[in-house]
């Protein structure tokens, strides 16, 4: 138990001297965008000078070591810094643009992960049982197929069926903070489907795979020639064996949930962090983004290292060493 | 075959394999692996089925459990188990069957338990998904199995992982395993193979008691025919799917009736000629080498070797004695802590980057696994021809002459030339990386158990290519291998090693005659020999060293 404690503590402070490189990378990359701020808000028509004056009171004109020193200096913490978007009388804070959005994205995460990592493992778990029947036929040939099609056109396949020609679901998922639970269930289950498809098929298919892996192991024929039925090899034997795989592909897919949806919010108009920050790179709201790209990051970190400690707790040669 | 009335249960014998027929799948191709075997077990009688790989001794083992592996198939035959034809069974009925009147032993424990889960519940659960026993009653089983098989601490080694006990201990606890429901028949596929020799000794003994004691009868698998005649009643000889020869084990083993069979009885008598005596000209020497890897586990401590021109060291030990990291420092693969080794009459450098070509072309190496020696993408006539261009340049039709003659002193027909290796058999593989050493005209080649790969009959034709070709061409061999047989076939000078030291060496005539040292008596007295009553005397005289401490 030590052992892994150990490893734990050495991981998450691998995971923060990666989050540190990250933030430079972050910063480095928004400090090179093309354009800013000052002039995109100002227009065209705006005199040098008033770009110069609006630019020194935001604090671009100083240089970027500087700049990005103190705000990794806040971000430290806590203080993600104030979006440029606000102005004198309605100053907002980064975490109250993001918050809002962010609990949204969350739950839209949640609902589709509740949904799709039971229905993958299940569905994995009996592709790999009944291997090369119909059923595994069947469920191999549908994930190939929802994992091929881009998601706008599962997103538009989806509305289709269900809000336009069914019209049991809303086609628009526009929650807002006053929307009660119920309505925003109802109203976010249609892109919760379309994201639940594509990561299912993932899943399902790494699942599969790596039972059957393992299928060839001397293990399970010594098993299968104790009596254990097929059904028990698998759940009993093969299962607790092909979890590392299981959970990287499973923690990678919840990754996709937080930060790589943002086409889907698009179409159905939801309000979650992928389009708050596709809007803010437009209007150049340099701390919102760089905001937004961190949590994005962190978020990835912290679930490959779930990921990992989790396939360390499963393994009995570090669990229970020599 | 059809007047055979088919057994009743109860019979005396309790399987009988009427013209069994199963082939195998490979590239689409589906080929006869088993070719119409029939045998009979009678109660309580253990069966030793013999035979070199591919020969389908595993094959026919597991299908006296009505299994057969992924990518085979039943073609044909009976198999009755105790008045049940189990090809008529289904799966489920199969399921019942097994683990519980007729359990396995596999060739690896180590592979074979499931990494994920402990001792103790991987032995219960045969008894348990058979409902034959609760799990209060199957836990006194199996310690009580424990007992009987010599395990250290019976009562809690059940609560270990596999990765926390040894090779030896495994394989008595996967016997445990077997023997747990009391099934009638047991099939155990080469349950010492992957032993040490001095481990085998005792799991071999084990074994043979605990199925006495059990009155299970026992199909016994192995393609060592010293062994099986220790442990069986009857020995059937296979090769290429078909039955040789079957009958008593004396009869087998004093009486052979076919060709085959008397080369493997006859197979350990190979002996290299007396060398005519010449004046001493020491070739290698290894001068108080500490070796040790990652610069802190130890594993030679101040070892000295020598090796005269125109002789074979050879260097024998168990696994973790450090025989395979002594060729690593010699070839430099490895720098010595500290100590030297000197070849023809200069120190070599340490480091395998600070030797000059021709010290690089002087030392050659032949590998255990021939397959991964050598490129599989490459023919045969590149990877021999290879060295030839790199040390001596030699190209194109006189590279092409070179070849052939090579494949000559191999004793390989010159048409293998353009072969790949992967179309090549065990024995031919090997032979072409013997070529490719000798292609750079060493002085001395070392080889690292180049035949415990091989079937004995193959390994033999290796050995005595190498003692042709050291008479020919004055070649001195390091030859490193576990097997105290093929030490006597062929060196002249020999070193024991035991856990990293160097605990007797000498010319062969004395280092493996007495008066010997504790692990060299030890190591001797564990090689199985085919005489009746070999492994009760070999037991009884350590049991008496034991108790004489």
């Known amino acids: ?149 881009p998601e706008f056109f599962v997103a538009y396949i989806l ?37 639940a498809l594509v990561i299912i098929a993932h899943m399902l298919r790494m699942t599969r795979a790596s039972i059957i892996a393992l299928l060839a192991s001397p293990y399970v024929e010594m098993a299968r020639l104790k009596g254990v039925s097929r059904r028990r090899v698998i759940l009993k034997h093969v299962l607790p064996n092909a979890w590392a795989p299981i959970v990287n592909i499973i923690a990678f897919n919840l990754a996709y949930l937080i930060v790589g949806v943002v086409v889907v919010e698009a179409v159905f108009v939801y309000p979650g962090v992928g389009q708050l920050m596709v809007d803010s790179v437009q209007t150049r709201d340099i701390p919102v983004v760089q905001g937004c790209a961190l949590i994005f990051a962190a978020t990835y970190i912290f679930l490959n290292l779930a990921a990992d400690v989790i396939a360390i707790a499963t393994n009995p040669r570090i669990l229970h060493p020599r | ?46 069966l030793g089925l013999i035979g070199e790989s591919g020969a389908g001794k595993s094959t026919i083992g597991i299908a006296g459990m009505g299994y057969v592996r992924g990518g085979c198939r039943f073609t044909g035959g009976e198999i009755w188990f105790d008045g049940v034809n189990l090809r008529t069974l289904n799966e489920r009925q199969l ?145 290429h799917g078909e039955t040789v020869e079957w009958g008593p084990t004396e009869e087998i083993i004093s009486r052979p009736k076919k060709p085959y069979t008397q080369a493997l009885v ?49 260097i024998v030990g168990e696994s973790g004695s450090g025989k395979s990291t002594m060729a690593r420092v010699v070839t430099g693969l490895l720098p010595p802590v500290s100590g030297a080794v000197r070849f023809a009459g200069a120190a070599l450098p340490p480091r395998l980057k600070d030797r000059t070509k021709d010290q690089l072309r002087d030392l050659q190496l032949i590998y255990q696994m021939p397959d991964v020696a050598m490129n599989p993408r490459q023919t045969v006539e590149e990877i021999i021809g290879r060295p030839l261009t790199f040390y001596f340049g030699t190209k194109g039709a006189e590279r092409a002459r070179r070849v052939h003659q090579l494949l000559d002193q191999i004793e390989l027909p010159r048409a293998l030339a353009t072969r790949l290796p992967t179309e090549l058999s065990g024995g031919q593989k090997q032979r072409v990386c013997i070529a490719r050493a000798l292609a750079a005209k060493p002085k001395l080649i070392i080889c690292d158990e180049p035949t415990s790969a ?21 070649l001195s061999y390091l030859f490193i291998t576990h097997d105290i047989a093929t030490v006597r076939a062929i060196a002249d000078e020999v070193a024991v090693m035991f856990k990293g030291r160097v605990v007797r060496s000498g010319p062969l005539e004395t280092a493996l005659a007495p008066p010997f040292d504790d692990y060299t008596d030890l190591l001797l007295k564990s090689v199985p020999e085919m005489t009746p009553g070999w492994l009760e005397g070999a037991l009884a005289s350590r049991r008496m060293e034991g108790a004489g401490q």
């Open chain 2, 266 to 314: 006859s197979l350990r008598a190979f002996r290299k000629e007396e060398a005519p005596p010449a004046p001493p000209a020491p070739l290698l020497s290894v001068e108080g080498v500490t070796a040790a890897y990652g610069g802190a586990v130890t594993v030679l401590h101040d070892v000295s070797l020598a090796l005269e021109t125109g002789k074979t060291l050879a």
């Open chain 2, 454 to 474: 091989l079937d004995p009959l193959v390994a033999e034709g290796i050995l005595r290519l190498l003692v042709g070709l050291q008479r020919e061409e004055g």
């Open chain 2, 1 to 46: 075959m059809a007047s055979n009335p088919p057994p009743k249960p109860g019979d005396p014998v309790l399987l009988d394999i009427r013209d069994l027929r199963i082939e195998g799948e490979s590239e689409d191709v589906w080929s006869p692996i088993v070719k119409g075997v029939s045998l009979k077990v009678k109660r309580g009688r253990v």
């Open chain 1, 159 to 195: 509305m289709l069926i269900f809000a336009v020609n069914l019209r049991l679901l809303p086609s628009l998922a526009n929650v807002g903070p006053e929307t009660p639970l119920d309505e925003r269930l109802v109203k976010t289950l249609l892109p919760a489907m379309t994201l």
């Open chain 2, 95 to 239: 399921d019942r069957m097994r683990g519980n009147r007729v359990s396995y032993v596999a060739q690896s424990a180590a592979a074979a338990f499931n990494p994920a889960w402990r001792l103790m519940d991987q032995i219960v659960e045969v008894a348990l998904i058979h409902g034959v026993m609760n799990r209060a009653e199957a836990e006194r089983r199996a310690v009580e199995l424990f007992r009987k098989l010599k395990l250290p601490e019976p009562e809690t080694i059940g609560r270990r992982y596999p990765h926390q006990v040894s090779g030896g201990q495994l394989q008595r606890a996967m016997t445990a395993m077997a023997l747990a429901p009391r099934p009638d028949l047991v099939v155990f596929d080469e349950p010492t193979t992957a032993l040490d020799v001095t481990t085998q000794l005792d799991v071999l003994a084990a074994i043979k008691e605990a199925i006495e004691d059990e009155g299970a009868a026992a199909i016994y698998i192995t393609h060592d025919l010293a062994v099986v005649s220790q442990i069986a009643h009857e020995i059937m000889v296979l090769r």
């Open chain 1, 1 to 149: 138990m030590k052992l892994i404690f150990g490893v734990i503590f050495q991981r998450l402070a691998l995971s923060l001297v990666t989050i540190f490189l990250v933030s430079i990378v972050i910063f480095s990359s928004v400090t090179l965008l093309p354009g800013d701020f000052a002039k995109s808000i100002l227009g065209q028509s705006a005199t040098p000078e008033t770009v110069a004056a609006f630019q020194r009171e935001l604090g671009l004109d100083r240089p970027p070591v500087e700049r990005y020193l103190e705000w990794i200096g806040r971000v430290a913490q806590g203080d993600l810094g104030d979006s440029f978007a606000s102005g004198a009388g309605y100053q907002r804070s980064v975490a109250e643009v993001i918050g809002p959005r962010l609990g949204n994205t969350l739950f839209l995460a949640a609902i589709t992960a509740v949904i799709a990592v039971p229905l993958a493992l299940a569905l994995g778990v009996a592709a790999a049982l009944y291997r090369n029947s119909w059923f595994d036929r069947t469920v191999n040939a549908t994930s190939l197929s929802t994992i091929s099609f």
